[in-house]
């Protein structure tokens, strides 16, 4: 899995003493409900707490990218409120051995040009996909050996070289397949950019976009989906969270995601305005990269392991608002296919490096660096209870002299470090957008992984789970890999989370889940303006 969920998402949460006000309600307007007036008519504005570099989410893959991409671009499949696949470009699938899967394309598909949807245009964006070059970000999800052909009049079959079985999801647009025009990507010079945009299959096209600002997408009146209850969607990048409060609390936002919990209270007293809180089938933990010196030293993950006040985290920054992680794959995440309670049991002895200060001294000692070091611990700032939960990290390390240097990133700028060795020490925030019980495991712990980790058991656990037929039996395998992993504290879990997003008195949306904004979720919106 590539860095897709990358709060990500984590896919997907700065500490109250950045905050620029004493009082977040100090900040507002005296009379918060007497200033809601709705964006303009037919418009739904979307406040996300971050930015985007491109639209093309091949090339840069924060949950925000995907919260975007669901208006506008398609797989052959899609997610649904329950996690499940459904049809879209492709309206029936089916395999037999989890190694051969023939699609049946939809005929009535069209472009948001007007243009139908071609086999050459699909088989054309599986080839986009399936390159490193096109799709930086992405193209891990594609197996290298996968083959792509036209097999009948409206019909396409996809070879893999192994059997997956849960390839499915690499062939949605929470995955790795955006379906384009060939003809429109062909003369882009910088397709996602601000100058070429993209061309999708979804309910609404990309009209206009700014970096770091905004981007519109107008109703395109060709989705094979029906109508859609607004003419605009607009999305609008705030990298400072007071300006957003106050954008929603004057009613020129409709929509805020992924509120940080100390703004809760705030949102929630807004006329009119509904925070609906779901499990996000998060993971935030920290990664070690063991080419990294001294991190290669398991004696110093340890010690920094040992010093992570998980339960401190979770109830003073997180207030509640998510659980104390055993393992990488969130339960409900896990337990996708065989039960929650069947995922918490299996997760429940996972062997984990508790809060133990003197522990994390002692490590420290056996270490190839006995006195301490100097280090940085980069998050992204749109995801400020991670900053908060840094600074607290980085206080328990000074005592056992480690210093550590917390830095703020926008996150596309953090995202694109995710992997790539630069640290030694990194965050990861992974969010779920799909309903594989091994989506986290597969990219953490598989050949890919951020951690740059190589362990052929591990490796070849998570291998025999894409294969795994049997839903218990796949379970057990993903976990095993977990054990072996933490035993070796690659990865130390902090916590599952949830997210909050506020709508407000015109926007209502229908099927809330955790998967809502994994859907096309402009489509399921009530909207009365």
């Known amino acids: 899995m590539p860095a897709s969920r990358i709060t990500m998402k984590a896919a997907a949460l700065v500490s109250a003493a950045v905050l620029m006000c004493t009082s977040l309600a100090a900040c507002a307007p005296k009379n918060a409900s007497s ?40 797989g052959l499949l899609a997610v649904d409120k329950d996690g499940k696949l459904v049809p879209a470009i492709a309206t029936a699938y089916h395999t037999d051995d989890a190694k051969t ?18 086999i050459e245009d699909v088989l054309f964006s599986i080839n986009v996909a399936k390159a ?11 197996t290298a050996g996968i083959e792509a052909a036209q097999t009948g009049e409206w019909e396409i079959t996809i070879t893999l070289p192994s059997p997956a079985v849960n390839f499915g999801w690499t062939v949605t647009a929470n995955g790795g397949l955006w379906i384009t025009e060939k003809s429109f990507y062909e003369a882009a010079q910088s397709y996602g950019s601000s100058k070429d945009l993209i061309m999708g299959t979804g309910p609404y096209k990309a009209t206009s976009f700014q970096p770091d600002s905004k981007a519109v997408f107008e109703k395109s009146g060709t989705w094979w989906g029906g109508d859609t209850p ?34 809760l209270s705030q949102f929630e007293s807004i006329n009119g305005v509904k925070v609906l809180t779901e499990s996000d089938r998060s993971f935030v933990g920290l990664t ?44 409900d995440q896990l337990g996708s296919e065989i039960g929650v309670d069947k995922a918490r049991g299996l997760q429940a002895n996972l062997p984990v490096d508790s809060f133990n200060m003197e522990q994390a001294r002692a490590e420290l000692a056996q270490s190839k660096v006995p006195n301490g070091f100097d280090t940085e611990l980069t998050y992204p700032a749109s995801i400020p209870e991670m900053g908060s939960a840094a600074l607290a990290i980085a206080e328990n390390l000074k005592q056992i002299g480690i210093n550590v240097t917390v830095t703020s990133k926008p996150i596309e700028e953090w995202v694109s470090k995710v992997g790539t060795g630069e640290y030694g020490l990194y965050y990861m925030s992974y969010t779920s957008t799909t309903g594989d019980p091994a989506e986290i495991a597969g990219w953490l712990l598989g050949p890919s992984n951020p951690a740059r980790y190589v362990n052929e058991e591990v490796q070849g ?22 054990r072996i ?41 009530n909207v009365t303006k």
């Open 485 to 525: 992993a933490q035993q070796n504290t690659i990865y130390s879990p902090i916590w599952w989370g949830k997210t909050s997003t506020a709508f407000s008195k015109t926007v209502t949306p229908n099927n809330y889940t955790s998967y809502f904004f994994m859907t096309p979720w402009a489509a399921s919106l």
């Open 230 to 263: 607004a003419q605009t969607i607009e999305f609008d990048f705030f990298s400072d969270e007071n300006s957003r409060l106050l954008a929603q609390q004057s009613g020129q936002i409709d929509i805020s995601t992924q509120l940080p919990t100390d703004q």
């Open 132 to 142: 490193p070059e096109k799709s930086p970000s992405s193209a891990v999800y594609w």
């Open 288 to 331: 070690f990269d063991e080419g990294v010196a001294p991190f290669d030293d398991i004696h110093v993950r340890k010690a920094i392991a040992h010093a992570v006040d998980r339960k401190a985290i979770v109830d003073s920054i997180l207030k509640g608002r998510g659980e104390v992680a055993t393992g990488i794959e969130p339960n």
């Open 35 to 74: 200033t809601q007036s709705s964006s303009k008519a037919g418009t739904v504005t979307v406040g996300l707490p971050g930015s985007l570099s491109t639209l093309d989410t091949a090339h840069e893959t924060g949950i925000i990218n995907y919260y975007v991409a669901q208006v506008t671009s398609e």
């Open 101 to 118: 899967w023939v699609f049946q394309i939809r005929q009535d598909a069209k472009f948001q040009d007007g243009n139908p949807v071609t």
């Open 461 to 482: 656990l998570i291998a025999s789970s894409n294969q795994e037929t049997d839903p218990q039996k796949r379970a057990e395998q993903i976990v095993d890999a977990e």
